[in-house]
């Protein structure tokens, strides 16, 4: 098995593809000269692309000259940036095909083997390349460290074939220029965005724009782009008939993102951010994201059909999923906007609560009320007065602090509950007649989730942590107590262990922890200096498990969290020296309906129902970097869940304080002793 980490992008023109890859330095790398080769690449796939579903391929591989092989690779999409990280597993075609070779023990074979019979699989599509290689190579013996790679890609299916043109870059070994530097290289001089595809879905996305398939998407001839546009904290919409939507644009990049601009607001002289592309997912549209982190008046220029409506931030994430806020393109960018609020990346959104909530969003009071929005979104839309209650600081701590440890009881059973339930009508691929499509659910649940939690630690953070100090009460970290407390603290949760958690393994290579089907779970990532891997940790909780563990005999309390940081600190001394985070995970049981085929005296469909595990919820402070957060998704979605789509950054809240806040009102009756 080979992890390997490639920048794939897709290049519009084949003019600039040559340009890109001549010269002493292409891509402003020392390359070596370039070596042309031909390539066909089958794939193969069950009638309902399970694979591809699970984010894996099976490829037959035929290159000029040499022999066959069977190729399978397992991993995430492209991140934001256009870069994959991948595991890549290679045997040698038997009798020049697929089948025999899968049915060996080879690791491709094997691979293959848990998730279907070897026999289903298909022919699905069929790619021709035309590859330009070169190769950076370092080190005294002049290895091999990066390879770019100019693809003309002829896309064939079904009789019917296209053209496109990528380039990728691909890491061999340590050493060399960062990809990431090349990526941006490539954006600012070049134009070149990522547009979240591998080259598979890019493949059938341009048959699509074409009309030469019936797969659905958007193109990266044609990517949508939308642009969030923002005047004092307020956002701007553009009605629609009934409804809002955000302003979007057949295009991307920064040429795009200004002739939108100037559209809606007369000039195209504005501070411009690009906040990156969507995620990806069956069900969610897909777009680049850019903003405008403070927009002037719209001047005389700006077209009457395109005037923005400004809503409050928090109001908009409070209403979302109303029947005139439901654009799909509305929805996956409020995603990546809210994650990027949670994690501090929009500055420009740090305005007060009350400006915030005192103006209502633009609605005409013909458009509330009149149709009735999903319960699971009803569900959540009634916490905000209890949120309410938590933010006004005209009332007594206790009050305020009770509000708290309700609201979040009431968001750990919509997670463990509505999302679990919702989850498992996509992985059936059903939905009830007049219902929500789940994935939609799952999304605007997150959202308002996110506006809520934003609001809540943002009140825990401003004053009621402070009033906690003032009574007395000493909230710290496992770093910020004495030797002798912290020795206490462990004897307290080692006591509790027997009847409350469980500790369980180390996640091995096959990466598969112990857990149960639906509970919750606190973990540990430690990266130590100089040693490849990450390694994961995690103690499985009971229903009564303490948010806070207190000092005994005093008033200085511990998130339970970093109490279990300190456990496996104690317990493996190495990690002392390693960089750690914490996370916490939630799973639900959801409820799950296959089809079967009927028997001979059945001409109905049949269903086998099942229960499977599945990630409702990942928390972790926000001060995790982004990277680190996606390893843990991905390690996450190769440990609990068995089948995609799962899990993803909609699934992900990073907080700024404790990562449970339940009982946070009993923390009052502590007294020092």
């Known amino acids: 098995m080979i992890r390997e980490t490639e920048l794939n992008l897709f290049v519009p023109s084949p003019e600039l593809l040559v340009r890109l890859a001549s010269g002493d330095r292409p891509l402003g790398v020392r390359a070596g000269p370039p070596r042309i080769k031909s390539i066909r690449e089958t794939f193969f796939d069950t009638p309902d692309q399970t694979l591809r579903r699970r984010g894996m391929t099976c490829k037959l591989r035929q290159v000029e000259g040499e022999d066959p092989l069977v190729v399978v690779t397992v991993g995430e999409g492209p991140d934001s940036e256009g870069i994959t990280s991948r595991s890549r597993l290679t045997a040698a075609a038997i009798g020049f095909g697929v089948f025999e070779t899968l049915r060996g023990d080879s690791e491709p074979a094997t691979q293959v083997q848990k998730f279907v019979d070897p026999g289903q699989l298909r022919p699905q599509i069929a790619l021709d390349i035309q590859r330009l290689g070169r190769v950076f190579r370092g080190g005294l013996l002049l290895k091999p460290v990066l390879l770019l790679f100019f693809d003309r890609v002829t896309v064939e299916v079904g009789g019917t074939s296209s053209v496109l043109h990528e380039l990728s870059v691909r890491r061999r070994r340590e050493g060399g220029p960062l990809i990431r530097d090349i990526a941006r290289q490539l954006r600012d001089e070049h134009h070149l965005f990522p547009d979240g595809l591998s080259t598979l879905h890019r493949a059938y996305r341009v048959l699509a724009v074409e009309g030469k398939t019936t797969e659905e998407g958007v193109s990266p001839y044609g990517l949508s782009m939308a642009l969030a546009a923002f005047q004092e904290g307020r956002i701007g919409l553009i009605a629609k008939g009934a409804e809002y939507h955000i302003p979007s644009f057949r295009g991307s990049g920064e040429d795009a993102a200004r002739a939108l601009s100037s559209d809606l607001m007369g ?123 938590a933010e006004d600081n005209t009332q ?156 005994p005999g005093s008033a200085t309390v511990l998130p339970l969290e970093e109490v279990i940081r300190g456990y496996f600190l104690t317990q493996m001394p190495e990690l002392e020296q390693a960089e750690t985070f914490m996370f916490r995970f939630t799973t639900g049981a959801a409820r799950v309906r296959t089809p079967v085929p009927p028997g001979p005296l059945s001409g109905s469909k049949q269903f086998e129902e099942s229960r499977e595990s599945v990630v409702a919820r990942v928390q972790v402070n926000r001060r995790m970097p982004e990277g680190n957060q996606t390893q843990l998704i991905r390690a996450l979605e190769r440990q609990v869940t068995r089948r995609n789509p799962l899990i993803g950054w909609s699934d992900l809240y990073p907080v700024r304080g404790p990562l449970d806040l339940t009982g946070l009102d009993d923390l009052l009756n502590l007294k020092d002793g």
């Open 396 to 551: 007594d701590l206790p009050i305020r602090l009770q509000a708290v440890s309700h609201l979040t009881n009431e968001l750990k059973n919509i997670f463990s509950q509505d999302v679990t339930r919702a989850k498992g009508k996509i992985l059936s691929g059903v939905s009830g007649e007049g219902e929500e499509a789940p994935t939609q659910l799952v999304d605007l649940i997150s959202i308002r989730v996110r506006g809520l939690v934003d609001r809540l630690y943002r009140c825990l953070g401003n004053d009621l942590l402070g009033e906690l100090e003032d009574r007395g009460v000493h909230l710290r970290t496992w770093t910020g107590v004495m030797h002798a407390d912290r020795k206490a603290l462990l004897e307290r949760f080692t006591g509790l262990l027997g009847s409350t958690m469980d500790v369980a393994p180390e996640w091995g290579p096959s990466l598969t922890p112990d857990m149960p089907l639906a509970g919750c779970a606190v973990g540990l990532m430690a990266r130590s200096p100089g040693v490849d891997g990450t390694r994961f940790f995690h103690v499985v909780l009971r229903k009564d498990s303490p948010s806070f563990i207190p000092v």
């Open 267 to 389: 000039t195209s002289d504005l501070p411009l951010v690009r906040l990156g592309t969507t995620e990806p997912r069956e069900g969610r549209a897909v777009a680049e994201v850019w903003t405008v982190p403070d927009s002037p008046q719209p001047s005389e220029g700006a077209g009457k059909q395109t005037q923005l409506r400004w809503f409050s931030w928090y109001g908009l994430l409070e209403r979302v999923g109303q029947p005139d806020l439901r654009d799909p393109t509305l929805v996956s960018t409020l995603l990546l906007l809210t994650r990027k609020k949670l994690l501090g990346q929009l500055p420009w959104l740090s305005t007060t609560l009350d400006g915030e909530l005192a103006a209502e969003p633009t609605l005409g009071e013909e458009r509330k009320g009149t149709h009735e929005v999903p319960s699971e979104l009803g569900r959540v839309g009634a916490l905000f007065s209890t949120l309410r209650r």
